[in-house]
């Protein structure tokens, strides 16, 4: 969630584009389901945990207390 909302407010766009983006179209609600205490798979997490790792604003720094995924 903490990626999710600082990237949104990076780019000046909503929480659902977000999940388009890291979930490639297929999970559009993701992290507004996560913000209202709901869940889903490990699959859309590692997904979009690359997503994150491979689209993070230059900008931006990434939070210290958020490990960086990185795949194998």
């Known amino acids: 969630m903490l990626l999710a909302r600082i990237v949104a407010k990076a780019s000046g766009v909503k929480l659902g584009t977000v999940s388009r983006w890291a979930t490639r179209d297929t999970n559009p609600m993701l992290f507004d389901r ?3 205490g709901r869940g889903c798979t ?3 997490i590692e997904r979009a945990a690359q997503w994150f790792h491979e ?3 230059r900008n931006v720094e ?5 490990p960086r995924h990185r795949s194998p």
């Open 34 to 36: 996560l913000a209202q």
């Open 42 to 44: 490990p699959r859309t």
């Open 55 to 57: 689209h993070w604003p």
């Open 62 to 66: 990434w939070p210290p207390t958020v």
